[in-house]
């Protein structure tokens, strides 16, 4: 049973940094695409990035690029989301999230792609 575990959230000033942690188990992750996603209150929940575990590709959204940085440790099967000059605007609820199968190609943007979900992570940002 694949289980997702996210840490790292928290409430930090605004230009700020915070890296946050997925811990992953129940299945050999090499061959699964992860992504983070967030939601903020009132708003439909949406990707901040996602990665191709087989070959490391990375996609982002536009509002975050060259801000954050998705990563993965897979002798630890664990994902990374390090987020640099933080803004208001990133608070959020942050979600972990696997899709198996995506092996060699870039991972999926749809949130519907992805079939398995941590409990999320709070992350606040004060102007």
């Known amino acids: 049973q694949v289980q997702l575990v996210e840490s790292g959230g928290e409430l930090v000033q605004a230009g700020g940094s915070l890296r946050l942690s997925c811990a992953a188990s129940?299945?050999?992750?090499?061959?699964?695409?992860m992504g983070w996603f967030r939601q903020a209150p009132g708003k439909e929940r949406e990707l901040v990035a996602a990665i191709s575990r087989s070959i490391g590709t990375t996609v982002y959204a536009d509002s975050v690029k060259g801000r954050f940085t998705i990563s993965g440790d897979n002798a630890k099967n664990t994902v990374y989301l390090q987020m640099d000059s933080l803004k208001p605007e990133d608070t959020a609820v942050y979600y972990c999230?696997?899709?198996?199968?995506?092996?060699?190609?870039?991972?999926?943007?749809?949130?519907?792609?992805?079939?398995?979900w941590g409990q999320g992570t709070q992350v606040t940002i004060s102007s």
């Open positions: 999230a696997a899709v198996r199968g995506f092996v060699l190609r870039p991972p999926p943007r749809d949130i519907g792609e992805y079939d398995y």
């Open positions: 129940g299945s050999t992750f090499s061959t699964y695409a």
